[in-house]
């Protein structure tokens, strides 16, 4: 009765909606407990009923949710107002902590109103969270979605159905998400369908592999198509949105993540935390003792994944006895499942409840592994200060270990993240035991590679993320209820590029075969030469040949016309193998998101092909012409055995490979990146070094473009081939010495660079790898395709296809 009267009396405007909620909850559960309470429960929800009519005619639509309500989709129309209402949406623990620093900067400003909204995905988390930003009043709206066994889009449905009703009940002028779980996802679509401007908070994060994560790298790429702003948290992030074709609305801001670790750095231990430091004193070996921090949770994870995660940790406590490893077990069941599987249902037991092994058994390693129960996010922090380095799979711990000067292990093959890879600070080691071992060894016992990775800087913003993301929201003119500038998509007009800047740049190595011509001539017709300024280089490797006539022609601009291309003409007379091609890119001046494409002297390709190796690309992997699989003694083969010449082979899905060569395709950042780690030996494989390197520093794998049927809506001229003269094989220099490789086996050199960037073949992960490529191929003669030109019949009747 007085929490009824409080909610209607004048003045109780910021009352928690989520109080009332509970308190008719109450109401309504207890009224049977006694014959006399029966009538107090009557006249309790007639008095909230009666007070909730009489201010929803004062005050307007306001929306209580006991379920799921029905929808009646509807369009928002607000008059103009001084007030500004932001509805921020969350449903996740790391959402609600990146959106806490944005949250109490709307509750500053008097010219603002926040409308917040929780899905209940991590309900019980989210309370932790809300509490260590003392927010725990500031909830409008716990929607109680989550129900056991549910499927995505169960979720999804139940989601997107009830913010929908309370977007038509607030009518906001913008509705904020963070990052890219379903609730965000979910909250932009229900804005889009109102028309509402969406403000996605760490916009730009890709991996451009639609399964890895799943289901989060569609949600965010989703959410960036609806959002009128993209407050991308690095640069790097801005610039994946800028090469989709958005610009004006792109605002690198930081990570608010920065801006949570700051509000809680300085915040005293809990009672809880020092208990668990405490244990780890007591149960390590010499004092004091190395702290791994160890989160993993991800979908993609659960399984054996985690299991191969904890059969590291086993072995890394039994390797190192003044370790020890703490892990806030996640609520998920299938994570404690995962870890009840691997590890047996009574030392399970015995690790959560905390219990000693005894020192005579084999599991007395296990007494450094603490599970502990899902801490706050204060205690959280307090963790990744106090421990030596981090292991996970989040991208949130990501980043805050990066920003305390923590290594970084990061337990998945590819991350969204890349800016800590690139700078060193974290690597990318998987869920292969051997993998995480060997790079946990190094982080244990080597001091200099551990101050290398212990580099603590901005990455990720200086702590002011919120408020700029405040301030664009508050400097941003309203009309008609809607934020002005970027309501609407707009075309963007590319800026104009600087001479001798380029987008794509195509290297054709020129050695002993007088193929030069031909293949500028395919090089001249590819459909991509239009998007932008390009540069076509002859890297011209020893004094074979004379190109020196097709040089001064093929400069001529009218050749090229009507698109800009320079031919550049790079005549190395000392030898330079294998390798010196792969440095030959660099040379010249790139855009920041500009793409490399390699070519030998032996290739045969479609007027698409370019398009087709690019595609490629954007999704994140590098693209070759061929491909290869490597078995257990690293033998390489593809998936027929042999080599074979025949009619066209099409596939009309990308294939998969541990690497390729002929043709390479990808980004010149990449490129840049992979020099950085130098092949250790450069008489031969350079083809198996670029593959190795690129999954080794950025998690970037291989594919080889489809060249899709008739059937499939194929076109003949987005294949490629090599030419029938590539079966006989010249060793190249290297300097002033030849490769002599009866002796410096390319066997060997394989084997060497495998043990040096630690890869782990496609095989080992999926035994059924080849088969299914294979399943895939089918041999067509190139007269089936429609519409053939003679000249393409001409071109591909010198192939000779291998695979």
């Not at 929306?63 to 129309?77: A, D, G, R, V």
């Not at 399964?211 to 959002?227: G, H, W």
Request: net charge negative; with cysteine; hydrophobic share 40%.
């Amino acid at each position: 009765w007085a929490l009824a009267v409080r909610w209607y009396t004048p003045g109780s405007a910021n009352m928690s909606k989520v109080k009332v909620h509970q308190y008719i909850r109450s109401c309504t559960t207890n009224r049977d407990t006694a014959r006399g309470s029966k009538l107090l429960s009557l006249l309790c929800l007639s008095l909230i009923s009666i007070l909730t009519i009489t201010r929803l005619a004062n005050s307007g639509p306001w929306l209580l949710h006991l379920e799921s309500p029905k929808i009646t989709s509807q369009l928002c129309t607000r008059s103009v107002s001084e007030i500004k209402t932001v509805m921020l949406v969350f449903g996740t623990r790391p959402e609600a902590v990146k959106m806490a620093p944005v949250i109490m900067e709307i509750l500053k400003r008097p010219d603002f109103r926040s409308i917040t909204v929780s899905t209940g995905q991590h309900k019980e988390m989210l309370r932790q969270v809300l509490l260590d930003f003392d927010l725990q009043d500031s909830l409008d709206y716990e929607l109680n979605l989550m129900s056991q066994g549910q499927t995505l889009s169960e979720f999804s449905a139940r989601a997107i159905t009830s913010i929908s009703s309370v977007i038509s009940t607030e009518c906001p002028d913008v509705v904020l998400v963070q990052g890219d779980t379903t609730t965000a996802f979910m909250a932009a679509l229900a804005a889009f369908y109102a028309k509402v401007p969406v403000g996605h908070i760490e916009a730009g994060l890709r991996t451009h592999d639609i399964y890895a994560p799943f289901p989060e790298e569609v949600n965010r790429q989703s959410i960036s198509t609806m959002s009128t702003f993209n407050f991308a948290p690095t640069e790097l992030a801005a610039e994946n949105l800028r090469s989709e074709g958005r610009s004006q609305n792109v605002f690198v801001t930081g990570n608010t993540v920065v801006d949570a670790l700051k509000i809680m750095q300085d915040r005293p231990r809990s009672t809880l935390i020092s208990d668990v430091l405490k244990v780890a004193e007591s149960r390590a070996l010499p004092l004091p003792p190395k702290i791994i921090l160890l989160t993993a949770h991800r979908r993609e994870n659960l399984g054996r994944p985690l299991m191969n995660i904890f059969d590291a940790i086993s072995a890394i406590l039994m390797g190192h006895e003044d370790v020890v490893v703490i892990y806030p077990i996640h609520l998920n069941p299938a994570v404690a499942s995962s870890v009840r599987e691997r590890f047996g249902e009574e030392n399970f037991n015995k690790l959560q409840a905390g219990e000693k092994f005894s020192s005579d058994t084999s599991d007395k390693h296990l007494n450094r592994l603490l599970l502990v129960p899902p801490v706050h996010h204060a205690d959280l922090v307090a963790l990744l200060q106090t421990c030596h380095f981090v292991m996970t799979d989040s991208g949130g711990i990501q980043e805050e270990g990066i920003t305390l000067g923590k290594p970084i292990l990061v337990l998945r093959d590819t991350t969204e993240r890349p800016e800590g890879v690139l700078a060193g600070v974290s690597k990318l080691v998987g869920t292969d035991a051997k993998v995480i071992l060997e790079w946990a060894d190094k982080l244990l016992s080597d001091d200099v590679f551990f101050g290398q990775m212990s580099n603590s800087s901005q990455l990720f913003g200086d702590g002011t993320a919120g408020k700029q993301i405040v301030d664009l929201l508050e400097n941003t003119r309203i009309t008609q209820g809607k934020f002005e500038h970027v309501s609407k998509s707009v075309p963007v007009k590319s800026a104009p590029v600087p001479q001798g800047v380029y987008d794509i740049v195509v290297v054709l190595t020129v050695w002993k075969r007088n193929t030069t011509e031909s293949i500028l001539d395919m090089i001249r017709q590819q459909s991509v030469f239009d998007r932008g300024r390009i540069a076509v280089m002859l890297f011209q490797n020893g004094d074979h040949v004379d190109i020196t006539s097709v040089v001064e022609r093929w400069k001529q601009s009218s050749i090229w016309s009507p698109n800009k291309v320079d031919l550049l003409h790079v005549f190395s007379k000392v030898e330079t193998g294998y390798y010196g091609r792969f440095l030959a890119p660099l040379s010249v001046q790139p855009s920041a998101d500009a793409s490399f494409i390699l070519l030998d002297d032996d290739i045969i390709f479609g007027n698409r092909y370019f398009e087709n190796m690019l595609r490629v690309v954007s999704e994140g992997h590098l693209a070759t012409r061929n491909g290869r699989f490597l078995d257990g003694d690293l033998n390489e083969y593809d998936w027929r055995r042999n080599w074979a010449e025949g009619p066209v082979d099409t596939f009309n899905e990308d294939d998969s490979y541990d690497f390729g060569g002929h043709i390479w395709a990808g980004k010149m950042e990449w490129l840049r990146i992979a020099w950085q780690h130098p092949s250790p030996v450069l008489y031969n494989a350079e083809d198996f070094w670029i593959s190795a390197v690129l999954q080794h520093a950025l998690g970037i794998s291989t594919k080889r473009p489809r060249c899709p049927s008739p059937s499939a809506a194929g076109d003949v001229e987005l294949c490629a081939c090599s030419m029938k003269i590539a079966n006989t094989h010249v060793a190249p220099e290297l300097g002033a010495d030849g490769i002599d490789e009866s002796q410096q086996t390319r066997h060997q050199a394989m084997v060497t660079i495998k043990e040096f960037f630690n890869y782990q073949t496609m095989l080992t992960h999926d035994h059924e790898a080849e088969r299914k490529v294979a399943a895939g191929h089918k041999e067509i003669p190139v007269t089936d395709f429609s519409f053939v030109k003679p000249e393409t019949t001409s071109k591909f009747s010198k192939c000779l296809y291998w695979y």
